[in-house]
């Protein structure tokens, strides 16, 4: 009885990753390229993802509904996408921290 309730356990913890993302993958990094169909991402691990932009795509910022017109390169977003396909199902528009200023010379 108690080998069958370690067993449980054990599956149950590694089977909770595996429903957080509900079956999506989030791409995080900044907008190199925006389109009417498509957005590039500069991904955190520096590979580049072209996801698809479809009419089921929505998008937020801060919090709140925005539209792709709000999509601008040099965003920083974290866009869900089903396992197994390109199609961004949700884009989330951060905006990317400022240069650093450079000091000024004497």
């Known amino acids: 009885m108690k080998k069958l309730m370690i067993m449980l356990v054990a599956t149950l ?15 995080r990094g900044v907008v190199t390229h925006v389109s009417a169909t498509a957005v590039t991402v500069q991904a955190q691990d520096n590979q580049t993802k072209t996801l698809t932009i479809t009419d089921k795509t929505t998008f937020q910022k801060s ?25 961004a199902t949700l884009i989330q528009i951060g905006v990317a921290p400022k240069a650093p200023q450079s000091a000024s010379h004497k």
């Not at 089977?15 to 957080?20: G, H, I, L, M, T």
């Not at 539209?67 to 199609?87: A, M």
């Open 63 to 87: 919090g709140k509904a925005a539209h792709l017109s709000d999509l601008k390169v040099g965003d920083r977003v974290v866009i869900d996408v089903p396992e197994k396909t390109s199609n």
């Open 13 to 27: 913890v590694t089977a909770v990753p595996a429903f957080a993302h509900n079956g999506n993958e989030h791409v």
